[in-house]
């Protein structure tokens, strides 16, 4: 199994930065591919970037050009920089993780982190 852990999350006023992580643990080696979601009350839980496993990158419309996915390996570790945020960005952010055990494959999702920008 896949265990994660997120942080980094703050209050934040517009136009600034915060860098959240997402620490993984346990079969990190059948990890596929992990990505960060938002979400808000009321509403669906959206994605906003993932990497896979081959360093591929890809980024929800809202997040292109102001945030960037990254990942250290060594660490098992997982960040999202995000940059000239706006008061719409705030939301819980979570990251998940597919990963495979034999022919299935399985999601695991940390606790969440909030994002709070303020203009």
């Known amino acids: 199994q896949v265990q994660l852990v997120e942080s980094g999350g703050g209050l934040v006023q517009a136009g600034g930065s915060l860098k959240l992580s997402c620490a993984a643990s346990?079969?990190?080696?059948?990890?596929?591919?992990i990505g960060w979601h938002r979400q808000t009350p009321g509403k669906q839980r959206e994605l906003v970037a993932t990497i896979s496993s081959g360093g591929r990158t890809n980024y929800a419309d809202s997040a292109k050009g102001r945030f960037t996915i990254s990942r250290d390996n060594a660490q098992n570790t997982v960040y999202l920089q995000m940059n000239s945020l706006k008061p719409e960005d705030t939301a819980v952010y979570y990251c998940?993780?597919?990963?495979?055990?034999?022919?299935?494959?399985?999601?695991?999702w940390g606790q969440g982190t909030q994002v709070t920008v303020f203009s």
């Open positions: 346990g079969s990190t080696a059948s990890i596929k591919a």
């Open positions: 998940n993780a597919d990963w495979v055990a034999g022919s299935l494959t399985f999601g695991s």
